[in-house]
């Protein structure tokens, strides 16, 4: 018994810290959310902007700075061309063009086809 008298006049002022701090923290953490975690296709974007921009438009726009690689809205907008077309492309580096001198993890494969159909709009006209 001896033991709860001393633990009681710990305990309270342990739990009013306790909440203190959980007050606290609620937002103090909150000003480190500054945003969601990215989707599928954001962190496609990310690794298309970082590994395929070089050769290809990666965007809705634009003309690919190697003019040999199609834009990617040209790739996603034609006909046939699916989630399931594209991903068997990128899974295999045996399919790739010569100046495509590397191969996709595999892991990376879906975020860059999401990333890709988000170019897919039935008005896509081919850039001059
Ligand atoms: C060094 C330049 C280069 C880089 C970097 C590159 N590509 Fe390519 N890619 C090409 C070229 C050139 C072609 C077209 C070759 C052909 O048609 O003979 C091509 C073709 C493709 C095609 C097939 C398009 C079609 O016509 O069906 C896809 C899909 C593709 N690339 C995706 C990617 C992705 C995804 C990345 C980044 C992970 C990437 N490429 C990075 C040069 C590149």
Excluded at 5 to 14: C, E, G, N, S, V
Excluded at 65 to 81: Q, T
């Amino acid at each position: 018994m001896q033991a709860e008298t001393i633990l009681k006049p710990l305990f309270l002022p342990a739990l009013a810290l306790a909440l203190l701090a959980a007050c606290q923290r609620t937002p103090a953490s909150e000003t480190f959310v500054v945003a969601p975690p990215p989707s599928s296709a954001e962190r496609g974007e990310t690794l298309a902007r970082s590994v395929c921009a070089g050769c290809h438009a990666i965007d809705r726009t634009g003309t690919s700075p190697n003019p040999n690689a199609p834009p990617f809205a040209a790739v996603v907008n034609r006909e046939g061309v699916t989630a399931e077309t594209l991903s068997a492309f990128l899974a295999d580096a045996h399919n790739y063009p010569r100046e495509m001198d590397f191969s996709v993890h595999e892991s990376a494969v879906d975020d860059l086809v999401a990333w890709m159909l988000t170019l897919k709009d039935p008005g896509y006209r081919p850039q001059g």
